[in-house]
């Protein structure tokens, strides 16, 4: 198929070539794995181990706490040594529970497989949720949960956003089959009648692999659909576009189209937990930069540190000067590497002084309403006027002007002629509001309460003063009574006395 364009977006130069010269390369497991349970958006997942306890690689560490959640599983056999509170990766300050598995022992455990593509819808979803598959581009959405409502379109996300990230290409290369036989289980278990497999125009090999694979396990469902690479196409939105040419509404969702998107490496994960059992317990995270010895893409056990796959992959040069958790328009920088990867992890960048310096800004100037941010915005917006209503905290009027529809990819940040910071301006401005609403909703909930106390006083004063009146009422008329029976006694002469 043709894609269309989606709007905005940068042609940023390619890095991909650095980390994908080599096959893929299994990450041997470190002694301890940290596996974080809150490895996924929604809650974090409910402790089912206990400190001392052995368990089976497969075997199940912690339970989904309600649909918006998924479990975690052992990626290697071994002993509970601890859990503990510890922060989400790449998140300092945000707290987290943590369960530390002293790996020892091959023991292992799968869910029964079922008869993959002729498994009912139902049981299809099950089986991924049972396996704690969630989105493994980066936003860790419980998978089954996305595949609760139909749609008549799936999109399988290859695309990747950023020009270091690899892990879906060297994914691509060797399980392309995988995958494709992955998307017709998901299409199937959320109705999709069509599939199309969006892969870039320039990751050429893992397209040869692709054309093989939907050619021979497709079974005339899935369509390839090859995107140019321009950042952001990876994302949900750009993605959409590009290829039905509709864009998912201000506030709306993909769903409201129909569609469904899926990253590749979310596909090969439900057919693994579909076909063999498997829950998922690894995935593929690229390791790269000039920081980094040996550049390339590992298969890693999840709760692997940072500081233990930057080894396997040779360590760090003497050249590495900055850790990245994630890709350089949008990763996290990490102040040390004793982080555990988890599930949306796709990513380790070790940037160089010369990286740094490139990227250290130039002095702040103002505003010269270019307007040279507005065409590159893959979402539409008009930075420079977002930018004006969040300096003077007008954060409503940003909010009307499509505040939190910046999805923080950092073009504007590249186009800008004054060097504006703008992404880093929006981020607080959504920050700010976020708190504003929170007080509001505080502050609503405290005038409610007070409303609801004040009308109750003022109703147990008005019962008080009812019984009262009402009590009084009843005094007077039995003094009434008892003089009327006085009055009755004299008239008769009769004094009360016994005769
Ligand atoms: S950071 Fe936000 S405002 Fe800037 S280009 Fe990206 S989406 Fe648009
Ligand atoms: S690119 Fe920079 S200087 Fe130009 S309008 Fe946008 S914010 Fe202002």
């Known amino acids: ?30 002694p301890l794995l940290r596996l974080s349970l809150a490895q996924h958006a929604g809650r974090p997942a409910r402790a089912r181990v206990a400190v001392g306890e052995r368990v089976r690689r497969g075997q199940l560490l912690g339970e989904a706490d309600g649909e918006l959640s998924a479990g975690v599983h052992a990626p290697r056999a071994g002993r509970i040594e601890a859990i503990r509170a510890g922060e989400l990766p790449g998140f300092p300050g945000l707290p987290s529970i943590e369960v530390w598995l002293a790996v020892e022992g091959d023991e292992s455990i799968t869910l029964p497989p079922l008869e993959g593509l002729a498994s009912e819808p ?148 439900a057919w693994r937990a579909v076909v063999h059992g498997e829950a998922l317990t690894e995935r593929i995270v690229t390791v790269t930069g000039p920081g980094v010895v040996r550049p390339g893409n590992y298969v890693v056990p999840l709760g692997t540190t940072v500081a233990h796959l930057v080894a396997q992959a040779g360590g760090y040069t003497p050249d590495a000067a900055r850790l990245l958790l994630g890709g350089p328009m949008m990763g996290l920088a990490l102040p040390h590497d004793d982080v555990p990867l988890g599930k949306t992890h796709n990513c380790v960048l070790v940037q160089s002084a010369a990286d740094v310096d490139a990227e250290a800004r130039e002095p702040e100037m103002p505003c010269i309403r270019c307007g040279d941010c507005a065409p590159v915005c893959p979402a539409r917006l008009l930075p420079q006027q977002l930018l004006w209503q969040v300096r003077a905290g007008r954060l409503d009027r940003a909010v009307d002007q499509g505040l939190f529809d910046c999805i923080e990819c950092g073009c504007c940040d590249l186009a800008c002629p004054s060097h504006i910071p703008l992404t880093a301006y929006f981020r607080h401005g959504k920050g700010e509001q976020r708190v504003r609403e929170a007080e509001a909703e505080r502050a609503d909930a405290a005038r409610i309460r007070h409303e609801s106390r004040q009308q109750r006083l003022e109703r147990e004063a008005a019962e008080r003063a009812a019984r009262d009146a009402a009590r009084r009422d009843a005094a007077t008329s039995s003094d009434a009574v008892a003089a009327a029976l006085e009055r009755a006694r004299a008239r008769r002469g009769d004094s009360g006395a016994a005769p």
């Open 122 to 269: 139902t049981a299809l979803r099950e089986r991924i949720r049972a396996a704690g598959v969630v989105g493994l581009g980066g936003a860790g959405f419980p998978t089954a949960e996305k595949l609760a409502i139909g749609r008549e379109l799936l999109i399988l996300n290859g695309a990747e956003c950023e020009p270091w990230i690899a892990c879906d290409d060297a994914l691509l290369r060797e399980h392309a089959d995988e995958v494709v036989l992955g998307g017709r289980l998901l299409a199937r278990a959320v109705g999709a009648g069509r599939i199309l497999l969006a892969v870039e125009d320039s990751m050429t090999a893992a397209l040869d692999a692709c054309r093989r694979a939907v050619a021979a396990h497709g079974g005339g469902a899935v369509e390839l659909a090859v995107v140019p690479t321009i950042y952001p196409e990876g994302g949900e939105r750009q993605l959409i576009q590009a290829l039905t040419g509709r864009e998912v509404p201000r506030g709306g969702l993909p769903r409201d189209l129909g569609v469904v998107v899926q990253n590749v490496a979310t596909a090969r994960a």
């Open 1 to 30: 198929m043709r894609p269309s364009r989606f709007h905005g977006g940068l042609r940023l130069a390619g890095h991909k070539a650095e980390s994908t010269a080599d096959a893929l390369r299994p990450c041997p497991p470190p």
